[in-house]
């Protein structure tokens, strides 16, 4: 019985350093910094990257009528969900996968991915 309850604590330890290691924030910087961008509609876009449990930038403020597009540039999903989960939500972004919300509405709108919490998490002010 011991020995069945060890062996099973030794997995878990094993199962939880493996996803951690895995979702853990690589060296280096990657990712496109934001930058304006034209808009099929003429006005201007900007770019957050999504990399190593991360968005960069984490902060961005950015005028009403401007499109903000979130980039997953891991491999693995993430998502960009506004905290009070309805002004934005992409849904799962796979590795490579994209995400565009037209900012129409001002505010302070704190966002997080659903998939890995509250600590992978950014600030998007939208100014009128």
């Not at 876009?45 to 540039?73: E, Q, R």
């Not at 934005?88 to 997080?112: E, P, R």
């Amino acid at each position: 019985m011991k020995k069945n309850l060890f062996l099973s604590l030794v997995i878990f330890i094993c199962v939880t350093v493996i996803v951690v290691l895995s979702c853990s924030k690589g060296g280096g910087s990657y990712g496109t910094p934001s930058t304006p961008n034209p808009t099929p509609s003429g006005g201007t876009g900007h770019d957050i990257s999504i990399y190593g449990m991360s968005f960069s930038p984490s902060t961005l403020t950015v005028p009403i009528g401007t499109a903000v597009k979130w980039t997953n540039n891991d491999s693995y999903a993430h998502t960009a969900t506004s905290n009070d989960g309805t002004t934005f939500d992409s849904g799962n972004l796979n590795g490579g996968g994209s995400y565009t919300y037209m900012a129409n509405t001002a505010g302070t709108f704190n966002y997080h991915c659903t998939i890995h919490g509250l600590t992978m998490a950014g600030t998007l002010t939208v100014t009128p």
